[in-house]
């Protein structure tokens, strides 16, 4: 089962729809602060379905964008968004970070954005988009950290569920503990200047839009992702899901409460 | 061993230390919004040793603040601390704060921080502070919660040794995970408007201030406190201990990060 899938998140339809509610929610919080000057050359490395390269473009409208990734399917339907909502300044590449068709120190800025904690080696890709990226240039990276997840009410089965998404993303060979690692990685790729800024999503009933639009269509809807997997490698047994999903949703309900943790990072080569 | 403390911290001059270096470590990040208008009447409830009165009184120095505490000794320390500081516009008392000693709707303002994670029925603390509390007036609760600690690098023992710290102040009657549950506790105990604002503090080595000040010095400090405790109550063995607490060091060493939450909380009668 797990060989066949490289990506935790799958590709099906409603994970695709998931990625882009997501980016929409959390668009001011991760995205509000990375604007790009005119002219400048930017590579988005790993743009999946191209929820992140929308907003990214259209903060940055008169920055050349490069947008590559490793699925050929995923650059399909990223450029077939790009173009549904009418951005320019982004051309696609299928392309793999580890190993990139660029000359050295092509770009002036390098953007990654949830694409860290799917890898085997994050380090090798720092340093892979650092040899593309011009002297004093940038990177910013955003990853999340399901470790910072926490709620009210308090549930065992719950962070049972949140440990099987944790576990499987660690069996394909990523790691989604990765935010609070980021400033220790980036140091090591040899960046100068890192410096890291968290950004917590706090929810509670007296902000729905982020009940729906974060704890239940993003959080739990990634945690449920994972349940076939879960189940079929006995990492959980089906009556603690359950118990589990249902108090995650009870988390979204009108006494609870739910955070979790992105980090992002930024520092120059 | 534990029904001789009522309060997880003690009450040794190194903790009261403790308390006065996270006070004003965390001043900025937690107190910076909170200011009282000229003549207005402030209740503070549960003021210790006064680390936070202070910088309360700092904050609103045209504010009438009377502070009371439950402990005669520490309320002694505090009025000396704010003499000591040039402070005069508080007044102490030694009361309980499911008792209190005054007329109902006497305050404008109830400031309450680090207390509530200390109590065993917060709820009817809030209830009593809110009886003295007029219509209209407002409270402020500032409180923890380790349950939003993780770190890197990665360690089950030092994440045993917090677990043993959480559950101690549990044993003790108190809930140091109260923090995520500060907003249906408001709403249950009847105020307006509740509004819950996380202070999320990430320490890594670019911090050295917050390296020391609060990784170090508040929080390692906060869990080597109950050292005694953990290995009388047979929580943890000495080796799993002594390794846990290493592990807290090396996650405020050169490589490492850590991150811990408190939640602000403030609402209206």
């Known amino acids: 089962m797990v060989d066949k899938m490289d990506y935790v998140h799958g590709y099906s339809d409603r994970e695709n729809s998931r990625l882009c509610d997501q980016a929409s929610t959390l668009t001011m919080l991760l995205h509000h602060d990375t604007i790009y000057p005119s002219g400048s050359r930017v590579l988005e490395a790993g743009c999946g379905v191209g929820a992140q390269t929308v907003i990214l473009a259209r903060n940055s409208p008169k920055a050349s964008i490069t947008s590559i990734d490793i699925s050929g399917e995923s650059v399909e339907k990223a450029r077939l968004l790009t173009e549904k909502e009418g951005v320019t300044n982004v051309s696609f590449q299928v392309a793999d970070i580890f190993d990139l068709p660029f000359e050295e120190e ?42 910072s997840s926490y709620f009210y009410p308090r549930s065992d089965e719950a962070m049972q569920t949140i440990k099987c998404l944790i576990n499987i993303q660690e069996l394909l060979g990523g790691n989604s503990l990765i935010g609070r690692e980021l400033y220790p990685l980036l140091n090591r790729a040899g960046f100068k200047s890192v410096s890291i800024s968290p950004r917590m999503v706090y929810v509670d009933s007296s902000k729905p839009d982020l009940v729906e639009g974060f704890t239940k269509n993003t959080f ?39 955070c979790y943790t992105f980090f992002k990072g930024t520092a120059t080569k």
Request: hydrophobic letters at 40%; aromatic letters at 8%.
């Open 106 to 147: 092509t770009f002036d800025h390098v953007f990654i954005c949830f694409v860290l904690e799917h890898l085997k080696n994050p380090l090798d890709a720092l340093l892979s988009v650092k040899k593309v990226l011009k002297k004093e240039g940038t990177i910013t990276v955003i990853e999340g950290d399901h470790g």
């Open 220 to 258: 739990n809807a990634m945690v449920e992702g994972v349940r076939e997997q879960a189940l079929e490698l006995k990492m959980i047994d089906e009556k603690t899901w359950t118990k589990g999903i249902n108090d995650l949703y009870r988390a979204a309900g009108q006494e609870g409460t739910f």
